[in-house]
């Protein structure tokens, strides 16, 4: 009786995904980018391919810790042989280093703008282009409106989106799918060496749709991602009933 | 295919410059007048005045003797040349190969054109009545070779229409002069009653050589077509070219349109048949006042697909002025790359970086924010880090190189390293503490050095000692110290950011 009441509800639950818009007929299950236990926080546990996310970060070391971050799941998302577009209008990336999270930094097309509307515009056109794997934008300020035109222009094509946030100064509703906050933590030292260890971040998902929110610590790790599943985990939920 | 020359004389090619410009000066004999040795000399004079016996290289007071009502105004020798290049440009609406034959003529390589008007016949008149109409007086010739069209343009007494083939025939009555040759050979043929080509064009090759020359020479083997002559255009040819004639003048943005599309679908059938794609296009409107509108465009990948193209032109077709009509359409393909067609069936459904709509997307970009606003990277051999990278010329070059994943490099980098205050225990050993932006970090953790010595083949300077260190927070930054330690005029910076 139990049990049957669960395959209704679960079934009931992929119902409304599929009405929202979250296909998994697409076959990306394969796509878990080594992300573990955050895997369980998206619908269908799988990470959302074919739309918006938004990353948040307020200081340069934030945003670099974002764009490790952000550079690990293009890592999974090009699958070493697509090729994605940088918008920006203040770009500090440097290239070579994409090596480093498993791009090659050739597949990707830099579009360096003077104005931030024309990132928006470019953004709009590109994820409208669905010869890409991903297309980042890196912005400040993004309205609701726009925020879901571009929705609306990665649901016809199915790339994937990141909008990168930096020095974010109002933090405003959004019709992207999720929004993550990434800062560094201090490294681990390997093997009790000195030196600096693997890049160290606290991946917050600060929301997504039809998810369930949550906070992780995780390693970039030989090429991929490794969570820390030791490290004291404080999930969203418990952070509210501790304040 | 037998080829055709024209040649265009202008009998009064300044002084009709000045009567275009002051109408007034149409029916009275008027020269233009340059100072020499102290006296003003005649150096052109117009058709009223040459006939009333004010020749050119008179002295102008032994003109004005016989002539007291001749009117006189400044000789521009900076006219000429500016003049005759203008013509000629203006010419490219006859034939695209048009080269200057100075001092007052043009020359135009007319091959498989006049068929386009109708016959030499028609060709000939409507040069002669469209210059006429703007005020220039012409004489005009066609014929096999440049020799024969320049001679018969300047001295021949019948048609100037020299049937193909027959450009010796009509060599012979002309007088020596018609062969370009130098005065002093004119002269010395004179002195020998030589007065017409048919004299001495069946003389021995040898004795000629030996009493007028290898010039001579030259210009008569020219004339009869042995020896080939070689114009040199005005504009360069481009071999992937497209031009459309108008016979009404065209105004509206439709024709403009229409007359885009089918030139585009004329060149990139050649690029296809020729396996090639362009880089990039000229659109030329040639207005009927004589101005040439133009736009360009640019593609990041050889492309020779006609909806593509027209949709890059067709943001900037608003900025072409009609005004009172365009005549003619010329595209132009100036930069050509192969482009193997049938591969594009192959990437059509995989996202890799040769797929053709990623070139779209970014011709797309380019058109409206420009070009240099876009980048793509590619590995370069120097350890230098501002010079580990190259900018890519297209979407298809590949590295040659590998990407270095060996040494750790950040994230994101400083376009220019930043002056940090820095508190180091000894030398060579990474910094405890730095201040940068006005915040203190301290260091907990740090890798380093790392030492990269500048490439004095391309840039003289000192060395940076490079540590990667992380602070209290997390944070990771690259840090660099210019200079040795010892030698009291280091300087530490933040180059970047590590993940």
């Known amino acids: 009786m139990q049990t049957a009441k669960n395959d209704i509800i679960s079934k009931l639950q992929t119902d409304i995904l599929r009405l929202q818009g979250f296909k998994q007929e697409r076959g990306n299950n394969s796509l878990d980018a080594g992300l573990g236990t955050i895997i369980k926080s998206f619908p269908n546990s799988t990470f959302p391919v074919g739309c918006i996310h938004e990353f948040l970060s307020q200081k340069k070391e934030d945003a670099t810790a974002t764009t490790g971050f952000v550079a690990g799941l293009i890592n999974s998302l090009m699958l070493n042989s697509g090729a994605a577009l940088w918008i920006s209008s203040s770009r500090t990336l440097f290239p070579p280093a994409l090596k480093a999270f498993g791009i090659q930094p050739d ?137 | 295919m037998a080829k055709r020359f024209v040649s265009i004389w202008f009998r009064h090619l300044t002084t009709d410059w000045f009567t275009v410009r002051q109408p007034e000066l149409k029916d009275v004999p008027f020269v233009l007048r340059a100072p020499s040795r102290g006296r003003m000399l005649i150096m052109a004079s117009n058709e009223i005045a040459e006939r009333k016996g004010a020749k050119v290289g008179m002295a102008l007071a032994d003109a ?305 924010v420009g070009s240099e606003a876009i980048h793509r990277y590619l590995p370069d051999e120097h350890y230098w880090p501002e010079r580990s990278f190259k900018l890519a010329t297209s979407l298809d070059e590949k590295p040659t190189t590998t990407w270095r994943s060996d040494k750790p490099r950040p994230l994101q980098i400083l376009k220019i390293p930043e002056r940090i205050e820095v508190t180091a225990p000894i030398p060579d050993y990474p910094p405890m503490l730095f201040i940068y932006k006005g915040k203190r970090h301290a260091i907990v953790k740090a890798d380093g050095p790392e030492r990269i010595e500048q490439e004095w083949w391309l840039q003289q300077g000192q060395h940076r000692d490079y540590y990667r260190v992380e602070d209290e927070e997390g944070s990771r930054y690259w840090l660099f110290r210019l200079g040795h330690y010892h030698d009291k005029t280091y300087q530490w910076f933040i180059h970047g950011f590590f993940a």
């Not at chain 1, 906050?181 to 971040?201: A, D, H, M, Q, Y």
């Not at chain 2, 105004?73 to 006219?79: I, T």
């Not at chain 2, 067709?314 to 365009?326: C, D, M, Q, R, V």
Request: aromatic share 8%.
């Open chain 1, 107 to 243: 597949r990707f097309i830099f579009i360096d703008l003077k104005r931030e509307r024309d990132v928006l515009w470019a953004m709009d056109e590109a994820l409208k282009c669905g010869a890409l794997s991903v297309v980042v934008g890196e912005m400040q300020n993004i309205s609701f409106m726009e925020s879901r035109r571009l929705q609306l222009a990665v649901e016809q094509s199915q790339v994937t989106g990141f909008i990168l946030r930096n020095n974010l100064n109002k933090v405003n509703t959004t019709a992207c799918v999720s929004r993550w906050n990434i800062t560094s933590l201090p490294s681990e030292e390997i093997e009790n060496l000195p030196g600096i260890g693997f890049p160290k971040w606290k991946v917050e998902l600060l929301k997504v749709r039809n998810g369930k929110p949550g906070t992780w610590n995780m390693q970039w790790m030989n090429g991929k991602f490794a969570p820390i599943y030791r490290a004291p985990v404080i999930t969203h939920l418990e952070r509210k009933q501790a304040g």
């Open chain 2, 64 to 368: 004005r003797a016989v002539l007291p009502e001749l009117q006189a105004l400044d000789y521009k020798p900076e006219l000429i040349d500016d003049l005759l290049k203008r013509i000629a440009e203006w010419s490219i609406r006859f034939t695209p190969v048009v080269a200057l034959d100075p001092p007052d003529g043009i020359l135009l390589d007319v091959t498989g054109c006049s068929h386009l008007w109708g016959g030499d016949e028609s060709y000939l008149n409507d040069i002669v009545n469209k210059f006429n109409s703007h005020g220039y007086g012409v004489s005009v010739a066609i014929a096999d070779t440049i020799g024969v069209a320049w001679g018969v343009a300047r001295f021949g007494k019948q048609s100037h229409v020299v049937p193909e083939d027959m450009h010796f025939n009509a060599l012979l009555p002309l007088p020596p002069q018609a062969l370009r040759v130098e005065p002093v050979v004119v002269d010395r043929l004179h002195k020998l009653g030589l007065r017409q080509v048919k004299q001495f064009i069946n003389m021995p090759r040898a004795s000629l050589r030996r009493r007028f020359g290898q010039h001579f020479m030259m210009r008569l083997n020219q004339a009869i077509g042995l020896d080939i002559e070689v114009l040199e255009p005005i504009e360069p040819i481009e071999p992937y070219q497209e031009r459309l004639p108008c016979m009404e003048p065209i105004s509206t943005l439709t024709g403009i349109e229409i007359a885009l599309n089918k030139l585009l679908e004329a060149l990139c059938f050649r690029l296809r048949e020729d396996q090639k794609g362009l880089r990039t296009a000229i659109f030329k409107c040639y207005r009927i006042d004589g101005k040439v509108e133009q736009i360009t465009i640019g593609t990041h990948r050889p492309s020779h697909y006609v909806k593509h193209l027209f949709k890059l032109f067709e943001n900037k077709l608003s900025t072409i002025e009609p005004a009172l009509g365009i005549e003619l359409f010329v595209l132009e393909a100036p930069k050509v790359e192969d482009h193997l067609s049938q591969q594009e069936a192959m990437w059509e459904e995989t996202g890799r970086l040769e797929d053709p709509r990623i070139s779209e997307l970014i011709d797309r970009i380019a058109g409206k």
